[in-house]
């Protein structure tokens, strides 16, 4: 008799210690290449202020370019695992974006990461070569035994709505077929659609982007929801550190994404 093996999609002890019990907190920073000194105050505009953030609310990973982990990273952060991002962008053209690859798996190997990064437009008039990047990294990423990250945000001339449900539901299954073990979204509010976004990706794990700054409990709501559609944690970078209280807040999301905690009680505690 031929049985199915149970072996999760991804192995190795890399991807494990990301997705503890399944779930994933993410601490994204590489916001200042995509948006600017803008997004950053004189205090977290210091990259190892965020790593501390990361260690001491016991982020399960950082997300961050390639200077950011040689410059901090490697210096004292190193028992947090590492995402390093393979591309990036400014903001000046979102109108019909594209992100080449400036960093290849092999250093971000080199610089001890367990997974890469890499942001595809769905939707731009280059998402094609976007797509053959991606590709190639999952292929080298698996081969080295690092996990693939791909922030998959729908942008361009083609896309009316980059929230709209079919459409993120087409990105994540585009991500997953590429080799994408991990989906980065945005959630558009909506819990029985984005069921479905999560159906799309298959054995890939979806995690949500937190977005800019909002009010906590707003933010704690959306984790709450994006919980309910199946998501499998967060990859959240302002909401965490532009609070004014980011260890506070980030224990709030904990409870919520690993506890199964509603936004009132994760509030609640935080306002004690
Ligand atoms: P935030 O939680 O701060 O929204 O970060 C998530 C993220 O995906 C970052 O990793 C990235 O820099 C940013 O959002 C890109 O956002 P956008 O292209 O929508 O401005």
Not at 80 to 91: A, D, E
Request: with cysteine.
């Amino acid at each position: 008799m031929i049985t199915k093996s149970k072996k999760p999609a991804v192995r190795g002890s890399a991807y494990t210690k990301v997705f503890p019990r399944g779930k994933t907190l993410i601490l994204a920073c590489d916001q200042g290449f995509e948006h600017g000194p803008k997004d950053f105050n004189i205090k977290n505009i210091d990259p190892e202020y965020i790593m501390d953030i990361a260690l001491e609310a016991r982020f399960s990973a950082v997300a961050v370019q390639a200077g950011i982990a040689e410059k901090y990273h490697v210096a004292h952060f190193r028992d947090i695992p590492l995402i390093v991002k393979l591309n990036g962008k400014t903001y000046f053209d979102n109108r019909d974006p594209v992100s080449l690859q400036h960093t290849s798996v092999e250093y971000a190997y080199k610089l001890g990461a367990s997974g890469v990064g890499y942001t595809i437009y769905l939707g731009s008039s280059h998402e094609q070569q976007m797509f053959v990047e991606f590709g190639r990294i999952c292929e080298e990423a698996h081969h080295k035994g690092m996990f693939a990250v791909c922030w998959m945000y729908p942008r361009g001339p083609f896309i009316e709505d980059e929230l709209d449900t079919d459409t993120l539901a087409y990105a994540a299954r585009i991500a997953m077929e590429l080799g994408a073990d991990v989906i980065k979204l945005k959630f558009n509010g909506n819990i029985e659609g984005m069921k479905w976004v999560v159906k799309s990706a298959g054995k890939a794990k979806v995690v949500i982007a937190g977005g800019s700054r909002t009010d906590d409990f707003e933010f704690l709501k959306m984790a709450e929801d994006a919980m309910k559609a199946g998501a499998a944690g967060f990859a959240v970078g302002r909401n965490i550190w532009q609070s004014d209280r980011p260890l506070e807040l980030a224990a709030a999301l904990n409870q919520v994404v690993f506890q199964g905690k509603t936004a009132e009680e994760a509030v609640k505690d935080l306002d004690k």
